[in-house]
Nanobody
Framework: QVQLVESGGGLVQPGGSLRLSCAAS????????MAWYRQAPGKQRELVSTITPGGSINYADSVKGRFTISRDTAKNTVYLQMNSLKPDDTAVYYC?????????WGQGTQVTVSS
């Protein structure tokens, strides 16, 4: 059974930091492209960042320079370090694993940026 379990969300003040984690099980983690998406209330889900099995990384323009994605194959975990958080970053953040036709999602973790 495939599971992607996110953690690390919460309430943070503007300018603060959070580190999200996504622990994967039931998949051959090293061959999957991993990604973080987010969905704010009333908006469509959007791609935040991706990291390929080879380590190639992409970011949405809105988070470049503030967010950092990384993966630890030994721990089957992908991370999203979020710095200089803004109220516009408030959303449910979802972990995604993709390899060819195989596509899996986590349950999401809430990030709220507010003073």
């Amino acid at each position: 059974q495939v599971q992607l379990v996110e953690s690390g969300g919460g309430l943070v003040q503007p300018g603060g930091s959070l580190r999200l984690s996504c622990a994967a099980s039931g998949i051959h983690f090293s061959i999957y492209a991993m990604a973080w998406y987010r969905q704010a209330p009333g908006k469509q889900r959007e791609l935040v960042s991706t990291i390929t099995p080879g380590g190639s990384i992409n970011y949405a323009d809105s988070v470049k320079g503030r967010f950092t994605i990384s993966r630890d194959t030994a721990k089957n975990t992908v991370y999203l370090q979020m710095n200089s958080l803004k109220p516009d970053d408030t959303a449910v953040y979802y972990c995604n694993a993709q390899h060819w036709a195989y596509n899996y999602w986590g349950q999401g973790t809430q990030v709220t940026v507010s003073s």
